[in-house]
C-alpha cells in the first residue's frame, strides 16, 4: 500500500469539487445558449412601430400584431 499525506487529500478533493464545479457551470451554461438560440429564431422585430413580438408561423413576411405591417424574418444577434 502507498501512503499519502492529509495535506495531498486535501488538495485533491478540493481540485475534484473545482473540475465538478465547472462542469457543471459549462454545462448549465452551454444549455441555456441552446435555449436562447432556439427562442430567438421566433422573436421578430416590428420594422415601422419597433414592438418586439413572437411568431411561431412559417410565413416568411409576417405581419406585425400591433400595426399589420410586414417584417422579413431577419436572424437577430448578439450584442
Known amino acids: 500500500m502507498f501512503q499519502i499525506s492529509l ?3 486535501i ?7 473545482l473540475a465538478v464545479l ?3 457551470w459549462v454545462g ?3 444549455k441555456r445558449k441552446r435555449r436562447e438560440k432556439r427562442h ?3 422573436r421578430l422585430v416590428c420594422n ?3 414592438v418586439p413580438y413572437e411568431d411561431r408561423s ?5 405581419p ?3 400595426c399589420a405591417a410586414l417584417n422579413e424574418r431577419v436572424s437577430l444577434r448578439d450584442l
Open 64 to 66: 406585425c400584431p400591433n
Open 28 to 30: 448549465t451554461d452551454w
Open 48 to 50: 415601422i412601430c419597433g
Open 11 to 17: 488538495v485533491a478533493y478540493l481540485f475534484v469539487t
Open 58 to 62: 412559417r410565413d416568411p413576411i409576417p
Open 22 to 24: 465547472f462542469g457543471i
Open 7 to 9: 495535506p495531498n487529500i
Open 40 to 42: 430567438r429564431r421566433f
